[in-house]
């Protein structure tokens, strides 16, 4: 998901031809990714920091996980939520799976440039040091293999099968047409449900998993045939693949394609359809659909239809247009909660009462009194590392410690961030006491950000939690902050639990 709830299973193939990307690499973004939306509301692509996207993922937790195959899949994909708020979601590459940056990002410019309602858009991507990640849009309603495979409710519908095919179809052709006609290992897991339960394309397909790898998974019945001869991903492949999707949909199993069009050549075709739909079904559209896939499925390349012969032989079946997808779906609508007034949780600690009340006075006082006392453990030091660089840092932190004291807020972001910047040591009191100083100083978005880094080092540090709350407040996101300090409270009560324990 999201962007992607994918099993991302399979690495990928250098191919020789190769959509030609754009030039540019490094484009400056100011810090916390990009605010800049078009008409459709998908963010402008951009680079994010990695610090950035830690924030967003809790240090890439593994409870963000949303990768089909959990912590087992070799690309991991995380869901996180950005500084303003935006769900994302976060494909993080093994190791050295793209060593030359330049390249990971020319392909990743390459992709991010496609926008498409029918995609679910890739926004942008992260290329510090040796990380390389993607993110993408996240979609919260699940994977078609989920859906399909793995449903509990109600399997999907006829009428749903033929508009997730389409759709797909359509996110193709519009791909083909803007010169990326190559899709990496489509299958099921690459086809995810948004807010509205509308099928989307994962763009994360677009691009492939290592600059050397495979593009398949190991499973070669599901393999096209001249990729086994040659190696070698072409479109034509890719409508291959459309067409064993195509078989998911119509028997709502993942068959191999040589035993379906075994079935297919024996006239058994009402064998091959899903028994779960209890023969609701179109006998005429089902007979389109299954010829489809069977030309989709032809050995030969050069007898597969194109995108275009896709969108053309499934548009005219479409017959609930009118219907909204998550009704056909049985799902919820995704709909914003209204805000509404925080309300406190009991028993809070001083602290949480004075995030509560938002009195910057009173917490100024509580992070003075507590001083360096929750960052012990965050920092083991060699003697080597004792260097003069090491103690011009602490001397930064020391000058901004007094001028917070002071309460010369300008002047205490100047040392902490001196200290912050040299990156030997790290101090989520730092961060918390700079979030602090941000908010005195009416900058609310740079406090949010510092709150949310002191929890990337303290994950389950209350305060973290607490000054994220204020810098919520205070850019009116008042549910958030109520949510972010209810879980504050919590922290502290099984902190204290813990303690007693």
Known sequence: MGCCQSSFQAETHPETDHHSPDPPLHHPLPSGGPDQVNASGVPSFSEFSFADLKA???????????????????????????????????????????????????????????????????????????????????????????????????????????????????????????????????????????????PRLSCFGLMKNSRDGKSYSTNLAYTPPEYLRNGRVTPESVIYSFGTVLLDLLSGKHIPPSHALDMIRGKNIILLMDSHLEGKFSTEEATVVVGLASQCLQYEPRERPSTEDLVATLTPLQTKSDVPSYVMLGISKHEEAPPTPPTPPRHLSPMGEA?????LTAIHQILVTAHYRDDEGTNELSFQEWTQQMRDMLEARKRGDCAFRDKDFRAAIDCYSQFIDVGTMVSPTVYARRSLCYLLCDQPDAALRDA??????????????????????????????????????????????????
């Open 452 to 501: 949310m880094q002191a929890q990337c080092v303290l994950p389950d540090w209350p305060t973290a939690f607490y000054m994220q709350s204020v810098a919520l407040a205070k850019l009116d996101m008042h549910q958030d902050a109520a949510d972010m300090l209810n879980e504050a409270a919590g922290l502290e009560e099984k902190k204290q639990k813990g303690g007693k324990g």
């Open 56 to 198: 967003a993922t809790n240090n890439f937790s593994s409870d963000f996980i949303v990768s089909e195959s959990g912590d087992k899949a070799p690309n991991l994909v995380y869901k996180g939520r950005l500084q303003n708020r935006r769900w994302i979601a976060v494909k993080k590459f093994t190791k050295l799976a793209w060593p030359d940056p330049k390249q990971f990002a020319e392909e990743a410019w390459g992709v991010g440039k496609l926008r498409h309602p029918r995609l679910a858009n890739l926004i942008g991507y992260c290329c510090d040091g040796d990380e390389r990640l993607l993110v993408a849009e996240f979609m919260p309603n699940d994977t078609l293999a989920k859906h399909l495979f793995h449903w509990e409710n109600q399997t999907i519908e006829w009428a749903m099968r033929l508009r997730v095919a389409l759709y797909i179809a359509e996110a193709l052709d519009y791909c083909s047409t803007e010169g990326r006609p190559l899709y990496y290992d489509l299958n099921a897991y690459r086809v995810l449900f948004d807010e509205d339960g509308d």
């Open 355 to 359: 995030c509560s009340r938002m009195d």
